[in-house]
């Protein structure tokens, strides 16, 4: 019969907080408390009352504490990232790898020092962005000025 009420509370709690965000917490700790019960109800030897508190307080812990799960999750986590991760273009891997402001803060804080700036090295645009350029930005242009947008 103690079988049957636990079962119950344990269908009960889980149908009362399923459309509720953030009750993780609660229904664990019901749930850890819940099987406990059941399992000094049935009267069972310490042993397996002592082994199951410990497994139980271990998931609360790794669940609830920052410093748990920082330290046995996230590896978890991070190595199914890693595995996941999508390959970038080769412009978009310059820009990552660049990390500085370059001319940009030199721009926008009007200190511009131009003997640096003409010794940046420069690639020539590849037939893909000059073909952008010189078909795509026109018809783009066009579009605007079709609407009276050319300020």
């Known amino acids: 019969m103690l079988v049957i009420y636990y079962v119950a509370l344990v269908i009960g ?43 139980l307080l271990l998931i609360n812990l790794i669940l609830f504490v920052p410093f748990f799960r920082l330290l046995l999750i996230k590896p978890i986590v991070s190595r199914f990232v890693n595995t996941a991760k999508l ?15 370059h001319w940009e803060k030199q721009l926008f804080t009007n200190q511009l020092y131009w003997n640096e700036l003409l010794n940046v090295e420069t690639k020539p645009l590849s037939a893909i962005e000059q073909d952008f350029l010189h078909k795509k930005v026109p018809q783009l242009c066009d579009t605007f000025n079709q609407f009276g947008l050319t300020d």
């Not at 978009?92 to 500085?100: I, L, S, T």
């Open 13 to 55: 709690i889980t149908v009362l907080f399923a459309r509720v965000e953030r009750s993780l917490p609660f229904f664990v700790i019901v749930f850890s408390v819940a099987t406990l019960y059941l399992i000094i109800g049935l009267e069972l030897s310490q042993i397996i009352i002592w082994v199951v508190g410990s497994i």
């Open 87 to 101: 390959n970038i273009s080769e412009t978009e891997k310059v820009a990552m790898e660049c990390g500085d402001t």
